[in-house]
């Protein structure tokens, strides 16, 4: 399973930014798939995700202003970032769990300047 993210960049304090990420199979079939961030000097952190069956979760740091939507016809998952502050600079990582393997995309940068 190969992963394409895109979608990071600059943003500013309060403006909004989408990711996308391409499987290259089909997601139908996945476990779980979503979004983790790494900021400077911290930890990989789960962000949001989908499970098979469709669920959707959330962080609670990101509940309320990130949307996260999947297109199985796309094999796509996008992140919508509204309200976006200086906490969310971070690179971001898709994320596929299949048949118990984990999948990562290469991480896309994001930067909110206040």
């Known amino acids: 399973v190969q992963l394409q993210a895109s979608g990071g960049g600059l943003a500013k304090a309060g403006e909004s930014l989408t990711l996308s990420c391409a499987a290259s199979?089909?997601?139908?079939?996945?476990?779980?798939m979503g979004w983790w961030r790494q900021a400077p000097g911290k930890e990989r952190e789960q962000i949001a995700f989908?499970?098979?069956?469709?669920?959707?979760h959330y962080k609670d740091s990101v509940k309320g202003r990130f949307t996260l939507t999947r297109d199985d016809a796309k094999n796509t998952v996008h992140l919508q970032m509204n309200t976006l502050n200086s906490d969310d600079t971070a690179v971001y990582y898709c994320?596929?769990?299949?048949?118990?393997?984990?999948?990562w995309g290469k991480g896309t940068l994001v930067t909110v300047s206040s």
């Open positions: 199979s089909s997601i139908y079939s996945f476990y779980r």
């Open positions: 994320n596929a769990v299949l048949d118990g393997y984990n999948y």
């Open positions: 989908t499970l098979k069956g469709g669920s959707i």
